[in-house]
C-alpha cells in the first residue's frame, strides 16, 4: 500500500499587539479532524530583549519545537502537535516574560508525522530586505512551510513570497513589526530547491525567515532530539532522561559530545545510551576541546540517561543527540574530523549527514556550512557547541561541512530597543572539532 499524500492546510491566523507574558488564540480553525492530523503553529513576537518561549499548546496538546530562531530581541518558531480531533481550539504561547507584540499562523498537516521534517533552512538580516538563503532538499511527496518576521520602517509593510504560496500576511502589527507564512507542495524531487524567497517591504531593523520540509515517513532517516550542558567539573557526565523519540526495532541514536578541560590532552573515554554502549563514530581534541560522535542501536524506550566518560577531570560538557531509523548498516558511509572550520566527506544517495562542531569561538548557527543546524549555538559556560544535519536525496563526494568563522559578536548589549553588533576580526578561532558521518541509506 502506498504513502498516502502530504496535504497542508492554513486554518487559521492572529495577531496581538497587546503587551503579555503568554497569549491565547482563542477558538482556531482545525479543520477536518483527521487520526492523521498534526498541527503546526507558527509563531513570532517582538520585544525590546529577547525572551524564551516556554511552551506552546495547540488543543490543550504540548507541542513540540520544531525549528526556532532568535534574532535582535525577536523570535520566530515552527511548534507542532498530533491534534486528531476537533474542528476548533485555543493555541496558548507561554512566555519567559512580557513582551512587546504577537503574531500567530496555524497550519493542519495529513499524511506525514511529528517526526517527518526531512530539512530546514533560515535566513537572518539586520539590514538586507530580502531573505534568499533558503535553499532546501525535498524528496517526492514533500510540503514546505515558510514563515517570516521582521521589526522594520517604511511602507507598505508587507511580504511577498517567490517560490511558496503566500496564506499570511499580517501588514502592521502595532507599529513596524510584520509576520507572513507560505506553503506549498512539490510532486517531484528536488535537490535542491533554490528558488524560495522572502522580501518584506520596508527598512529591516531584524528580520528572520524560515522554512521547513516536510517528508513521508518512509524518507526520514535522521530526526534531531535534544541538547543538554553541564557545567560541573566532572570526569563522568550524566545526562539524565534525555529524549530518544518513538521506539522502534531499528532505531539508532547518535550521540555528539564535546567537552572543554584545563587542558588538551585528555580524550573521550566512553559514552553510553540508555545503558548501551555506543560504537566511537570520530573524536578529535583541539587545543583543550574534544568532541565525538557516538552511535548504539537502542530499541526501546522513548528516553533515557546519556552518560560520557573523560579520561580526566572536565570544566564543561554538552550532548546533542539524534534518532535514526532504516540504516542500511550503523557503519559510517565515510567520516571525517579535524581542527578546522569545515571537512569534505562523500556522501551517499537517500542518506543522512550529521555534523557538530565544539570550542570556544563565537559561532551564531547560522554559520553551519552544508547542513541545517539542528539547534541554536549553545553556551555551556566558555565550552560553545552547535550542531545540525542534512538528509540527502542524491549522492555527493567531497561535500562541504561545518561553521564558518564569523567576524561579527552580538553581545548582550541593548540601545532603544535595539541590538548593538560589534564587528572585530578574529585573528585565530580555536574549534574543537569539525566532525560528521555520513550514513547509508534505507534498508532495502
Known sequence: MSEPDIVVTHTDDETSSTNASSYTFSSKSFGAADSDRIMIAVYG????????????????????????????????GFYGAAVPTGTSGDVVVTLASTVLRAGMSLYAVTGTTLDGIFDG????????????????????????????????????????????????????????????????????????ITTIAATAD??????????????????????????????????????????????????????FVSARSASGSETISSVTIGGVTATEIEQQTSGNNKSGLYIANVPTGTSGDVVVTYSATQLRS????????????????????????????????????????????????????GVSPSHDIQAVEFLKTVSGQKNTISSATGETVGVTAAERITPPWRHRGRPVLLRRRIRSIRWGDAILGPLGGPAG
Open 121 to 192: 533552512a533560515w535566513d537572518t538580516e539586520d539590514t538586507s530586505d530580502s531573505f534568499a538563503d533558503l535553499d532546501v532538499s525535498c524528496p517526492a511527496g514533500c510540503a514546505i512551510i515558510g514563515a517570516g518576521f521582521t521589526t522594520l520602517s517604511g511602507s507598505p509593510n508587507t511580504w511577498t513570497w517567490t517560490g511558496l504560496t503566500e496564506d499570511f500576511d499580517s501588514g502592521d502589527i502595532e507599529t513596524s513589526t510584520i509576520m507572513g507564512t507560505a506553503h506549498d507542495e512539490f510532486a517531484s524531487a528536488q535537490d535542491p
Open 45 to 76: 513576537h517582538r520585544n525590546s530583549s529577547a525572551v524564551a518561549v516556554d511552551s506552546v499548546t495547540i488543543g490543550g496538546v504540548t507541542a513540540t519545537p520544531i525549528s526556532e530562531r532568535t534574532f535582535g530581541s525577536n523570535i520566530l
Open 202 to 255: 520596508g527598512t529591516i531593523n531584524a528580520g528572520a525567515a524560515g522554512v521547513i520540509v516536510l517528508a513521508k515517513p518512509s524518507q526520514i532517516i535522521s530526526t534531531f532530539l535534544e541538547f543538554e550542558g553541564a557545567t560541573a567539573n566532572e570526569s563522568e557526565y550524566t545526562f539524565s532522561s534525555m529524549d530518544f523519540g518513538a521506539a522502534a526495532a531499528d532505531r539508532q541514536i547518535v550521540a
Open 318 to 369: 554538552a550532548c546533542a543527540l539524534y534518532r535514526l531509523t532504516g540504516l542500511s548498516s550503523a557503519t559510517p558511509h565515510d567520516s571525517v574530523s579535524g581542527s578546522s572550520e569545515t571537512v569534505d566527506v562523500d556522501a551517499p544517495a537517500n542518506g543522512v549527514i550529521i555534523c557538530g562542531a565544539g570550542g570556544t569561538s563565537l559561532l551564531t548557527s547560522d554559520d553551519m556550512t
